[in-house]
């Protein structure tokens, strides 16, 4: 499907900016799994499940047009590349990955070798030039490492679902791995072994990106429930925020470190910019109670309460301010809290809905 600037919807949440199209590259017979930027060339390169990895040139027309069209052995699932030593590494859909190095022009490909990695897609890996390291994790359930100077295997995690993303901090050597169950593992990585750190559980749904702030130390996480969370990993203190602007799976996470802001992307078609430099509030865990905590009405699961004041049972709502268990009476009203993450209308208690102030 070809991108398209849709006129801006004045009940959209946030601040609505209307992004410029610079380009469209066409031509992929299939699903593009990833797209990455060739550093300091006006170029694309691009994997799919046509089996294809294309290198895009931009040309005097102002077009991106193809230079390589390289057919693989299997899908195409992610990449990365340096753009130092121009070693690009393929992660394919049989769980071998591919390294090559790229020709000077841009114009020619040559085969390096190949890592027989998993037994199952790749879905995302890293390649660290300062440790020579090539980092991958797949739908097998196995995060690896393997030494990119010899090809040889030099360690590996299972984790207890699908591996789906991959961070790597090469400074501190620290692994993230987020999987379909909704975990990030933290790993601190030592050569040939490894320490699970913590594994941090926030999310309701499969963990489907992440993106990495090396200067902040901030772990960017973005979900099937919908949610981008940010982990402060640097602080040590287990903080962590909420960042609530889509209506459907966030798919994509890309942090750019200049302008200190982070886009994300959904299934909603929706680009998300978020400046990460705006002051943030910790999101509240949801408190669970048997009762209302603004008027001790029962919740309908609280039987012996519902007798005893022959009443009947409510729902359980949550505050998203105060993160109190609440009943549709108590909370009746709803606010967009841009300063915890929620940038459309969500629900939250009368009382605190009271408290909001014009610069919440």
């Keep these: 499907m070809a991108a398209e600037i849709k006129p801006s919807n004045t009940?959209?949440?946030?601040?609505?900016?209307?992004?410029?199209?610079?380009?469209?590259?066409?031509?992929?017979?299939?699903?593009?799994?990833?797209?990455?930027?060739?550093?300091?060339?006006?170029?694309?390169?691009?994997?799919?499940?046509?089996?294809?990895?294309?290198?895009?040139?931009?040309?005097?027309?102002?077009?991106?047009?193809?230079?390589?069209?390289?057919?693989?052995?299997?899908?195409?699932?992610?990449?990365?590349?340096n753009g130092e030593t121009r070693r690009l590494f393929i992660g394919l859909d049989n769980g071998t990955i591919s390294e090559f190095i790229l020709a000077d022009d841009f114009n020619k490909l040559s085969h390096v070798r190949d890592y027989l990695a998993h037994q199952n897609r790749v879905n995302s890996l890293k390649f660290s030039l300062a440790c020579e390291w090539v980092l991958s994790c797949s739908k097998d359930k196995y995060f690896q490492w393997h030494c990119s100077e010899t090809g040889r295997r030099l360690g590996g995690y299972q984790a207890s679902a699908w591996c789906l993303c991959l961070e790597f901090d090469e400074q501190s050597k620290y692994a993230f791995v987020g999987d379909y169950s909704g975990q990030i593992s933290v790993l601190k990585i030592k050569d040939t072994t490894f320490e699970l750190v913590i594994t941090?559980?926030?999310?309701?749904?499969?963990?489907?990106?992440?993106?990495?702030?090396?200067?902040?130390?901030?772990?960017?996480?973005?979900?099937?429930?919908?949610?981008?969370?940010?982990?402060?990993?640097?602080?040590?203190?287990?903080?962590a925020f909420e960042l609530q602007g889509h209506h459907d799976k966030v798919q994509g996470l890309v942090y750019a470190q200049s302008a200190k802001?982070?886009?994300?992307?959904?299934?909603?078609?929706?680009?998300?910019?978020?400046?990460?430099?705006?002051?943030?509030?910790?999101?509240?865990?949801?408190?669970?109670?048997?009762?209302?905590?603004?008027?001790?009405?029962?919740?309908f699961w609280n039987v012996r309460k519902m007798w005893e004041e022959k009443i009947?049972?409510?729902?359980?709502?949550?505050?998203?301010?105060?993160?109190?268990?609440?009943?549709?009476?108590?909370?009746?009203?709803?606010?967009t809290l841009p300063m915890m993450g929620y940038e459309y209308d969500v629900r939250v208690c009368d009382e605190c809905f009271e408290s909001i102030k014009v610069e919440e």
């Design 200 to 239: 941090l559980k926030g999310h309701s749904g499969s963990v489907r990106c992440l993106s990495w702030d090396a200067d902040r130390s901030l772990l960017c996480s973005g979900s099937f429930d919908q949610s981008v969370i940010v982990w402060d990993i640097g602080g040590k203190q287990g903080t």
């Design 11 to 81: 009940n959209k949440q946030g601040n609505v900016r209307k992004p410029v199209l610079l380009n469209k590259l066409e031509g992929c017979g299939d699903t593009v799994n990833m797209a990455i930027l060739i550093p300091r060339e006006e170029g694309v390169i691009s994997v799919s499940d046509d089996k294809t990895m294309r290198v895009w040139l931009k040309r005097d027309t102002g077009q991106y047009w193809p230079s390589i069209c390289h057919s693989m052995p299997s899908e195409a699932a992610s990449i990365d590349f």
């Design 312 to 335: 009947m049972g409510n729902r359980q709502h949550h505050c998203r301010k105060c993160g109190k268990a609440v009943c549709a009476k108590c909370s009746s009203k709803q606010s």
């Design 261 to 299: 802001q982070l886009l994300s992307g959904s299934d909603d078609c929706v680009l998300g910019v978020w400046n990460m430099d705006t002051k943030r509030i910790e999101t509240p865990e949801w408190t669970e109670s048997n009762i209302c905590m603004k008027c001790e009405a029962p919740f």
